[in-house]
C-alpha cells in the first residue's frame, strides 16, 4: 500500500516541475513507419543532413572522362613505358605497318598479275604467286603486330629482360621485313 503524498512533497514536485519544466520532455513515443507505398520519407531520412550528393546513374560523358582519366592513370605509371625499347618497337611495329600498306596499295595497279614472292633454293628462282597475296599482307602483318605487342605487354609482369628481347627482336624482323617487301616491289617495278 502507498502512503498518500502529503502537501509538502506536493508542493516540492509541482515546484520542481515548474522550474524545469521547459527542460523535461516528455518521452517520445515510437510510431511505426510509414508505408513505402505512400512514397513518404521516414522520420530519419528527413533529419539527415543532406550532402547534395547525386545518386542518378552517371551520365555517359562522365563515363567516358572516368575511363580515359583511368587509362591515363595507367599509362603513366606502368614501368613498361620507361624502357625505351617499348615505345620504339611500338612506334616502329605502327610505322611499318602504315608504310608497308602504303608502298603495296600505291603500285598495286603497276604490278603485273603474278608477283615474285617466294625464293626456292632447289629451283634456283623464285616462285611466282598471285598479287592479291601481296594485298592482304598488310591486314595479317597488322594483327600479327596486335598479338605480338599484346603478348609483349603480357610477358613483361612477370619477366622484363625476356619482353625487352621480343621487342628488340620484333623491331629487327619489322625491318628485314620492310626492306625485303622494299625488295620485291623493285624487282617487278623495275
Do not use: C, H
Request: hydrophobic share 45%; no cysteine.
Amino acid at each position: 500500500m502507498q502512503k498518500p503524498r502529503s502537501s509538502s512533497q506536493n508542493s516540492v514536485s509541482s515546484a520542481f516541475n515548474s522550474l524545469y519544466s521547459e527542460d523535461i520532455q516528455p518521452p517520445l513515443a515510437v510510431k511505426a513507419p510509414p508505408s513505402r507505398r505512400s512514397g513518404a520519407d521516414t522520420e530519419t531520412e528527413l533529419a539527415q543532413i543532406n550532402m547534395g550528393l547525386n545518386t542518378a546513374r552517371p551520365s555517359r560523358i562522365f563515363r567516358l572522362k572516368d575511363e580515359i582519366r583511368r587509362w591515363e592513370n595507367i599509362l603513366e605509371l606502368l614501368p613498361f613505358w620507361r624502357q625505351p625499347l617499348n615505345p620504339v618497337n611500338i612506334a616502329f611495329s605502327v610505322l611499318t605497318v602504315i608504310f608497308g600498306a602504303g608502298l603495296i596499295y600505291s603500285n598495286f595497279d603497276k604490278l603485273p598479275g603474278e608477283v615474285s614472292f617466294i625464293y626456292s633454293q632447289l629451283q634456283d628462282k623464285w616462285l611466282n604467286s598471285d598479287k592479291t597475296l601481296l594485298a592482304l599482307l598488310p591486314v595479317g602483318f597488322a594483327i600479327v603486330q596486335v598479338v605480338l605487342l599484346r603478348l609483349n605487354r603480357e610477358i613483361f609482369n612477370f619477366d622484363r629482360r625476356l619482353s625487352l628481347v621480343m621487342a628488340a627482336i620484333q623491331i629487327f624482323a619489322n625491318a628485314v621485313l620492310l626492306i625485303g617487301l622494299i625488295q620485291i616491289l623493285s624487282l617487278k617495278l623495275v
